[in-house]
């Protein structure tokens, strides 16, 4: 077959994949172009037929009301916290380009430097010991972050939790991001995502605050992962840095 | 964001229960959508497609991340390209805007078969089989112009008449 009609035969393929129609057989057919012809899969098709299913959904459904709640909660956790000047700001703002973009009426809060009377990321990490119905585990670097001393701090029924490190390494924010994951297998066989966050290049302890992107119940483990700027959705976990798991 | 959750909520319901269920399952996956959506809504990029298709996007890219965990051979299924690999990766000087005035000035250029066939699939949400019965066409003739149909609307797209003339 010439190059014309490889690349003719894969755009035939990449349409389906992005329309979900792909038999096995096509599947593999697929996975073969792009290995021997080193084609990649066209984002447009996927961003035309999200298009199609978007003018589609004009007759959408609406979600059942216990979910809209359940949305609405949880994006509370996505809203901006004022600054602490221990924590590393990991959390960019999530609304503000949506806002923009569909001509939304968001109200943000504004991101203020801390003043005397909140209370530093120590100070809740405290306060969060004192509960008995807490974890406290211990990190461990791997064999690439053996330097790394660190333990996480987590409670269940606030959904709140604490990461405290000392020599794991600076990152370069361009080049590349640690991301959380949380394992809960009572909830999901993946890994819930526990955000991205960066390590300032100076010494001394960092506190970085945890914002389970979905409800935890029972992690088991807490692992620490080099991303992509930005994180990733689903992690094929080749740099793991650190993991924190039940004794 | 609850603005967002009540214009782009149904949108993300309908889109993720075609490829999810039961509900209970659907509904874990549209948080996991919103939770995704809020993470990454300042990449948004609105020259390369409105905030419905961003929104959607990623509700397909969830459902087919469900659909992959719950299958036997995951390997064996492609996932969609990422968010960000979209928005900045693949951006090209040919690429137009996806927004709901681009893709109806496609359309309106397809042939009015093709055009009735993503009517049916998109608009009614039939699945090929249901489409297969309405119409009286054989599946694989279906599947063909469903391909060819979206293989031409992305060339009209980066078509520079198109755009000219539809936006």
Known sequence: MKPTELKQRFDELDAARALGDLSPEEQA???????????????????????????????????PAGLIKKLQAEAEHFMPRPAVAEVIPFWRHPALGWAAAA?????????????????????????????????????????EFAQLNGDVVWQDESQTGFMRFS??????????????????????????????????????????PIRAALGVSSPVAFVITVEK????????QEIVAAIAQRG | MNDCIAQFGGLVWSIIRRYVQPDSEAEDV??????????????FDQSRA?????????????????????????????????????????????????????????????????????????????????????????????KTRLRRGLIDMRALLRSPKTQTAES
């Open chain 2, 30 to 43: 549209v948080q996991e959508a919103f939770a995704e959506l809020w993470q990454k809504a300042d990449r």
């Open chain 2, 50 to 142: 409105s905030a419905a298709t961003f929104i959607g996007l990623i509700a397909r890219r969830r459902s087919i991340d469900w659909l992959r965990r719950k299958s036997r051979r995951p390997e064996l299924q492609p996932l969609p390209p990422d968010f960000d690999e979209l928005v900045s990766a693949e951006t090209t000087p040919d690429s137009a805007c996806v927004d709901a005035e681009n893709l109806q000035g496609a359309l309106s250029q397809l042939s009015s078969d093709a055009r009735e066939l993503f009517n049916l699939h998109f608009t009614g949400g039939l699945t090929h089989a249901e489409i297969a019965a309405k119409t009286g066409l054989p599946l694989g003739t279906i």
């Open chain 1, 229 to 236: 700027p930005g994180g990733v959705v689903v992690s094929q």
């Open chain 1, 103 to 143: 001509g939304l009426a968001v109200a943000l809060t504004v991101m203020t430097p801390r003043t005397e009377t909140e209370p530093s990321a120590a100070d809740l990490r405290g306060a969060l010991l004192a509960r008995n119905d807490v974890l406290q585990w211990d990190f461990s670097g791997t064999p």
């Open chain 1, 29 to 63: 057919e697929w996975f073969q172009l792009v290995e021997t012809q080193g084609f990649s899969p066209d984002g447009e098709f996927d961003l035309l037929v999200a298009g199609l299913e978007a003018a589609g959904g004009e007759v959408a459904t609406a979600p």
């Open chain 1, 167 to 208: 020599g794991l390494p600076a990152n370069d924010p361009q080049q590349c991001q640690y991301q959380l994951w949380i394992v809960d297998p009572q909830r999901d066989s993946a890994p819930v995502d526990g955000g991205v966050f960066n390590i300032p290049a100076r010494d001394g302890e960092v506190l970085v």
